[in-house]
């Protein structure tokens, strides 16, 4: 079995966090950047290769060893360094998979010249489209505080927090049926003062407690329901920030006729929005301020989306907006150090553009014919979809008889046009898509079990 390659320019947060994940995971990791500062904390955090230089110099990418490698990331904030990087890639080692974070509108027009010769770039990562989609995801489900989705949506992996009048508050796993009468609930985790746990059936949900819960999307009502929540349609939105994240909500919340208003400070930039969008209405002020929220009627919003470029004044807009009334908000976050306080300070939901295009990111850095894939609490566990090979002897036996670690959960199986919430005794067939969840510990054993069996993608 060998070892993946992995060359990563720029050692910013998202290069960052990714080499940490797989350094772990002991990956072979080269993190290339011309920050000295930036590398310095690779180098004193991490036990991966750090160099530094300028990751678009063929000179540089030749140091590193790039022809051996089989993935190359280039996640700078440079759109321009990342293409320059993937060109020389493409042109020093074709067979290379290259993954690049790109931002500016201006080359996302043109992805598919970017994904032909020369660039040849066979992933493109816009970090707000990525975003844009957590929080659509978010909002289509009002009464949770994360989601998942997998086989096209068909599967969703759902966290909500238990309220004290939950019906399932104080109810022990193993009893949980009692509650839910013929519906069968699959526990996949629990989030308990900012401690992840992969659940037994001895474990009882607690007030407090964010539980990850798996559901058809067409049970999905009656699922929540069991944990005390609703389903209830979107109807209104704020959104606060006018930047590329604002404008992508907004036109994507114009496609689900959801009644939506903008609030941005800079003139000029409300008469581009308002030329952009035609159903939101588009708002000239400064979203912060307490008496504007008022004006707009703050109290009859179902979600209040925080999104201007500094997350210090998300926070503090969110929080004035929950006391004074709005249902729900959504705070964009990009300092991955800020996550732990999210619920000790009282945000409902955190949208992170990072987190985002690390989630992409990671589905292509697996071994295995991997669909899609989520982080969960932060980085602390992950949900891999992949298919299952004929050659894996994974397949043909029963769930619990399959050698995963402690803390690695099959939490769903896909077959054909049936999807299946799997016991102990449920069997993997060849062909079937597989839903697994792990802890960030259990993940190298999990890859290492399905490198051999699954198809390398």
Not at 130 to 158: H, S, T
Request: charged fraction near 30%.
């Amino acid at each position: 079995m060998t070892t993946v390659r992995i060359v990563i320019v720029g050692a910013g947060e998202v290069g960052f966090h990714i080499a940490s994940r797989l350094a772990l995971e002991h990956k072979d990791v080269v993190v290339v950047d011309n920050n000295t500062e930036a590398l310095r904390r690779v180098r004193e955090g991490l036990d991966v290769q750090a160099i530094e230089g300028c990751g678009s110099s063929p000179t540089i990418l030749e140091k590193v060893g790039l022809r051996e490698a089989d993935i190359l990331l280039a996640v700078t904030d440079s759109d321009e360094t990342n293409l320059v990087a993937c060109l020389f890639a493409s042109l020093l080692s074709p067979t290379t998979i290259k993954l690049a974070r790109i931002r500016g509108e201006d080359y996302l027009q043109y992805e598919d010249v970017l994904k032909n010769d020369p660039y040849r770039i066979d992933v493109i990562i816009n970090p707000e489209a990525e975003a844009v989609k957590a929080v659509e995801r978010l909002l289509k489900v009002p009464g949770a505080v994360d989601v998942g989705e997998f086989a096209d949506g068909r599967i969703k992996l759902i966290g909500v927090r238990l309220d004290s009048d939950s019906p399932v508050a104080g109810t022990k796993l193993v009893d949980l049926h009692r509650k839910t009468g013929e519906k069968k609930i699959l526990i996949a985790a629990i989030v308990r003062k900012e401690r992840l746990i992969i659940p037994s059936g001895k474990d009882e949900l607690l007030e407090g407690d964010i539980v990850y819960f798996v559901s058809e999307e067409n049970e999905l009502k009656v699922a929540l329901k069991i944990f005390g929540k609703k389903a209830e349609p979107l109807n209104s939105v704020l959104l606060v920030g006018g930047g590329n994240l604002g404008l992508k909500l907004a036109k994507a919340l114009e496609g689900l006729s959801v009644h939506t208003k903008l609030i941005e400070k800079d003139s000029e930039r409300c008469r581009e929005l308002a030329q952009l969008l035609d159903k939101v209405v588009v708002l000239h002020g400064d979203g912060s301020e307490q008496g504007l929220l008022q004006e707009e009627n703050i109290r009859d919003m179902d979600v209040v989306a925080t999104l201007t470029g500094d997350e210090e004044t998300n926070v503090l807009t969110s929080l004035l907006a929950k006391r004074m009334g709005a249902q729900k908000t959504v705070t964009r976050i990009s300092r991955f150090s800020y996550f732990p306080l999210v619920s000790a300070i009282g945000l409902d939901h955190v949208v992170s553009s990072r987190l985002a295009a690390i989630n992409t990111i990671l589905q292509y850095v697996r071994r295995g014919k991997v669909l899609s894939a989520m982080t969960l609490k932060g980085e602390e566990a992950e949900v891999l979809e992949a298919i299952a090979m004929e050659t894996s002897d994974i397949v043909g036996k029963p769930i619990q008889k399959i050698r995963f670690p402690k803390g690695a959960l099959v939490i769903a199986i896909i077959r054909d046009k049936d999807v299946i919430i799997p016991t102990g005794e449920s069997v993997i067939q060849p062909k079937d898509q597989i839903v697994i969840l792990s802890t960030r510990q259990g993940m190298p054993q999990v890859e290492k079990a399905l490198m051999v069996k699954l198809e390398y993608f």
